[in-house]
């Protein structure tokens, strides 16, 4: 097959660009033909981009309808599969094209006009579907501008609806959870055009496992903005009774807020900030690890680091947002908290703290859950069988 990928950006940056290169590579390697419509480069690991999609073609400023079309006709795609793009032009021109189309829905972009789908000041998780809700009094008109200058920016709620419409028409959307399946549905996409395929990280090493010693370490790794709740897990760890140390990893925005926040509680000489670490340095951190602490408070579409440390046969304890249900099963796996409720976040940590058997016993049963559900062979070859089918279902109309 011929596939061409369309995504915002090329090179290495976060979750959406990892899933569209590791892909992109694996059916490479199984004999099929990759090929990239792309935004800005990241500057990073260009060259590893470079050799997994052989056929690029850059978007530019302004209307990319002629770079789309060109790039069609230079490339002749079976099928073309859309990752992170928001731009309707090249949306509206894929459309119009009647190449067999799939998207990946990395997240909310395309139904939320926050992209995040809970409120910035309640914090509450949003329910609704894209409605004239969303402009008040939502005021989801108004959002943070994180290009540079002005620092807030509009959004367009007719372009908004437009963008739906368009994505509408797609062959297939592919989801990560039955989560982002109902949001789909709540916005008017049709059952039979969506699909699950969760992305799957590699296996980890199956000779590593923590000693679950005395230390008592917890772990957060991941993104430190509002939306991930470091404040409100720093808040739990707070009523911990029990001796523990905790390792923040990771950075953003929120960090230097945390960072005050965690003195303020009394917190300093148990919780480090010790920013991004490489990957590899994990591995140092899950020997020692005895719970892994997911506090996200946006409705995560799956939170894949949870999946990441389950491999490590380590216990999560999370709050109950989004498409994390789907892996994270209360008391079999680790412990799923009702949403914001801090005392029993740290009733469920200290528990784990407190019973290292029960520690060790989840931790094992959330490695074969994972090990038997979201094998990475089976995802591409998934993937694989979606593209034939919509490629045969098309070849039809």
């Known amino acids: 097959m011929r596939l061409l990928y369309v995504h915002e950006r090329f090179g290495a940056l976060a979750g959406a660009e ?23 480069s990241t500057g990073k690991n260009e060259a590893a981009w470079q050799t997994t999609f052989p056929f690029r073609a850059a978007l530019g400023e302004g209307d990319n309808s002629a770079v789309v079309k060109k790039a069609l006709a230079d490339f002749l795609p079976d099928a073309v599969y859309v990752h992170k793009m928001a731009d309707l032009a090249v949306i509206q021109t894929l459309v119009e094209s009647g190449a067999p189309l799939l998207r990946m829905v990395h997240d909310h972009d395309i139904y939320c006009m926050r992209s995040y789908k809970y409120n910035y000041f309640t914090r509450e998780i949003c329910t609704r579907a894209a409605s004239p809700y969303c402009i008040f009094p939502c005021l989801a008109s108004v959002v943070k501008n994180s290009g540079g200058g002005f620092p807030l920016k509009w959004v367009s709620y007719s372009e908004k609806k437009k963008e739906i419409a368009l994505n509408r028409r797609f062959d297939r959307m592919v989801v990560v959870t039955n989560y982002m399946r109902d949001e789909l549905l709540n916005n008017g996409f049709d059952a039979k055009r969506i699909e699950i395929h969760a992305p799957v990280p590699r296996m980890g090493d199956p000779n590593l496992r923590s000693s679950f010693s005395d230390r008592n370490l917890i772990i957060y790794a991941g993104q430190i903005i509002r939306g ?33 926040l965690s003195k303020k509680l009394g917190l ?19 020997r020692e690890c005895s719970v892994v602490a997911l506090s996200s ?17 380590l216990p999560v304890v999370a709050f109950d947002a989004g498409g994390i249900k789907d892996w994270l099963i209360d008391g079999e796996d680790g412990f799923l908290v009702p949403w914001m409720d801090r005392a029993k976040f740290a009733a469920r940590v200290e528990q784990l703290l407190n019973d290292k058997p029960l520690a060790k016993k989840l931790g094992e049963a959330g490695l074969k859950f994972v090990s038997e559900r979201y094998d990475f062979e089976t995802y591409i070859g998934d993937l694989e069988k979606m593209f034939a089918r919509v490629i045969a279902e098309k070849s039809k109309k």
Not at 26 to 38: A, D, F, P, S, V
Not at 269 to 285: A, M
Not at 306 to 312: A, D, I, K, N, T
């Open 268 to 286: 300093a000489d148990r919780v480090t900030f010790k920013g991004f670490i490489p990957q590899e340095e994990l591995k140092g951190y899950y």
């Open 18 to 40: 990892a899933n569209a290169h590791i892909t992109a590579t694996e059916l490479g390697q199984r004999g099929h033909t990759i090929g990239i419509l792309h935004g800005p």
């Open 228 to 260: 991930k709740g470091v404040d409100v897990l720093l808040e739990a760890l707070a009523q911990v009774k029990t001796k523990f140390e905790c390792v923040i990893l990771g950075d953003g925005n929120h960090k230097a807020y945390c960072e005050e």
């Open 297 to 313: 408070l946006w409705p995560e579409p799956i939170a894949t680091i949870g999946l990441e440390v389950m491999r490590y046969a």
